[in-house]
């Protein structure tokens, strides 16, 4: 590889400011339209609201986006988000059904880690009142936390859709924002929490081969036996983030997480990391039942970005091997993207004789602004320096601003493959994550330095709590 030059760090510095105006216009077209409303319409310039969060003016952009902002030195913006937060942001003011994990990831997360960079203390407050209302949520006879809880009476429950379960991404994703709420309020309950969480794995009788279901019975405390479904994907992804990143935000402390990352990861090797025929892509297939599909979902791509993380606290033989298969699926994921017209990855894509990284129907051509192709990048550049990491993130900055610029923002699309019809759409994770890792792709190392930060899974950087 190349070494780096002047004019490297130039159009970094060019492309940076770029993705900083990219934020000003998202931000404005939000402002604009759908101030304190959860999201924006960025073609029909009205506001959109998640049913995740009970249909409420919730201020989800605001909440996801505001460490962005002041990580970009967007200080106006910066202020007014911080003068709604203080003003508006009011959970107990609501009688709704609230999803757990979402609120968890980018309220707790946003307002943590907001607070961890400025240390304003009104950022802490709003944390503890939310992270307050989701505890009804753990009352359950394992531990393991329901998947909605109601803001006025507490009363929790799993997704009709899930067979009664609780779903292992979610449940398994509460751990750095309840380890860091601990550490700064000094109360031990959200500690208590996510360890709960975590003997409750341990207590489950597991797989002999070693893999997790997607679902749990969290009045019994055990697996689902049918259905079962396994995925770095969907339903399953950030439960496998947050092990190694436990590892991350304890200093290395937090030994038996990394244990059950490494065997976890052991376990998809054995049996769901495959080659593809086509053109040798390296990718991880899902299981139901007894059938493997092969397919990777686009959510699946920040499996590149964790294992390099992991290869990085490793020793080898598994440094070399994880890495290898970080940038394997870094690569996949590329092409997933550059396979399709506008060169943004589909929802979802295959592997077999008729589809080699690409999607097969329109319910899965679709893109909505997800950030994890871009995550993965942002860490493989950031642990290896090839100039490539740059140059795929700029490649995709290039899609956005062609097919997904919108008047009043950025819109997701149907379809990759005819990149014209937009789905009108502005998530709020584009601003928390989308925009983050594309900003820090083309800034220095030392803004927001991996040995001193460990991102949630929303993006919101948290601080690695030092042994010291
Ligand atoms: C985000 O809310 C988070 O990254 C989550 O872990 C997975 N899904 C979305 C983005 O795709």
């Known amino acids: 590889m190349r070494e780096l030059t002047i004019q490297d760090s130039e159009q970094a510095e060019y492309r940076r400011n770029f993705v900083r105006d990219m934020m000003k216009h998202a931000w404005k077209g939000y402002a604009e339209y759908a101030w304190g409303y959860n999201e924006v319409k960025p073609v029909s310039k009205a506001p959109h609201t998640e049913s995740i969060f009970g249909g409420e003016k919730l201020g989800a952009s605001i909440v996801d986006g505001i460490d962005t902002l002041y990580i970009m030195g967007l200080n106006d913006e910066y202020l007014a988000a911080r003068t709604w937060i203080e003003n508006n942001l009011d959970f107990s003011k609501f009688d709704v059904d609230l999803s757990v994990f979402e609120t968890n990831i980018r309220y707790v997360g946003g307002l943590l880690s907001i607070y961890a960079l400025t240390k304003d203390q009104m950022f802490l407050r709003k944390a503890v009142q939310i992270a307050d209302k989701l505890l009804p949520a753990f009352d359950s006879p394992s531990g393991i936390p329901y998947s909605n809880v109601n803001l006025r009476t507490g009363f929790a429950r799993n997704h009709d859709w899930a067979y009664g379960a609780a779903i292992l991404s979610e449940f398994g994703s509460m751990h750095l924002e309840f380890m860091y709420l601990s550490h700064v309020t000094g109360d031990p309950k959200y500690r208590e929490k996510a360890l709960k969480i975590r003997d409750a794995i341990k207590r489950a009788v597991p797989r002999s081969d070693g893999l997790y279901n997607n679902y749990m019975n969290i009045e019994t405390g055990q697996w689902l036996a049918r259905p079962t479904h396994i995925s770095i994907g969907a339903l399953g992804d950030s439960f496998y983030e947050y092990?190694?990143?436990?590892?991350?935000?304890?200093?290395?402390?937090?030994?038996?997480?990394?244990?059950?990352?490494?065997?976890?990861?052991?376990?998809?090797?054995?049996?769901?990391?495959?080659?593809?025929?086509?053109?040798?892509?390296?990718?991880?297939?899902?299981?139901?039942?007894?059938?493997?599909?092969?397919?990777?979902?686009?959510?699946?791509?920040?499996?590149?970005?964790?294992?390099?993380?992991?290869?990085?606290?490793?020793?080898?033989?598994?440094?070399?091997?994880?890495?290898?298969?970080?940038?394997?699926?870094?690569?996949?994921?590329?092409?997933?993207?550059?396979?399709?017209?506008?060169?943004?990855?589909?929802?979802?894509?295959?592997?077999?004789?008729?589809?080699?990284?690409?999607?097969?129907?329109?319910?899965?051509?679709?893109?909505?602004?997800?950030?994890?192709?871009?995550?993965?990048?942002?860490?493989?550049?950031?642990?290896?320096?090839?100039?490539?990491?740059?140059?795929?993130?700029?490649?995709?900055?290039?899609?956005?601003?062609?097919?997904?610029?919108?008047?009043?923002?950025?819109?997701?699309?149907?379809?990759?493959?005819?990149?014209?019809?937009?789905?009108?759409?502005?998530?709020?994770?584009?601003?928390?994550?989308?925009?983050?890792?594309?900003?820090?792709?083309?800034?220095?190392?030392?803004?927001?330095?991996?040995?001193?930060?460990?991102?949630?899974?929303?993006?919101?950087?948290?601080?690695?709590?030092?042994?010291?």
């Open 243 to 468: 092990l190694i990143k436990a590892y991350v935000q304890s200093d290395g402390q937090d030994v038996e997480a990394y244990q059950m990352y490494v065997d976890a990861m052991k376990a998809y090797e054995n049996k769901l990391i495959f080659t593809s025929t086509q053109s040798r892509l390296v990718y991880f297939a899902e299981l139901k039942d007894t059938s493997i599909n092969h397919k990777m979902d686009s959510l699946a791509c920040f499996s590149g970005g964790m294992l390099a993380m992991g290869a990085r606290k490793s020793n080898e033989p598994l440094k070399s091997r994880h890495m290898s298969l970080a940038s394997g699926i870094a690569n996949t994921c590329h092409e997933s993207c550059v396979r399709s017209k506008s060169h943004l990855g589909p929802e979802t894509f295959f592997f077999s004789s008729r589809a080699d990284a690409m999607a097969y129907g329109p319910s899965e051509k679709y893109y909505i602004l997800r950030p994890e192709i871009i995550e993965t990048y942002f860490y493989m550049w950031r642990y290896t320096h090839d100039p490539k990491y740059r140059a795929w993130a700029w490649d995709f900055v290039e899609a956005l601003e062609r097919y997904c610029k919108s008047e009043a923002g950025y819109s997701g699309l149907r379809n990759v493959y005819q990149p014209v019809i937009k789905d009108d759409v502005q998530q709020s994770f584009f601003l928390a994550e989308v925009l983050k890792y594309l900003y820090l792709i083309f800034s220095p190392d030392n803004v927001i330095d991996l040995d001193e930060w460990v991102f949630n899974t929303e993006a919101h950087p948290l601080p690695i709590l030092k042994r010291s």
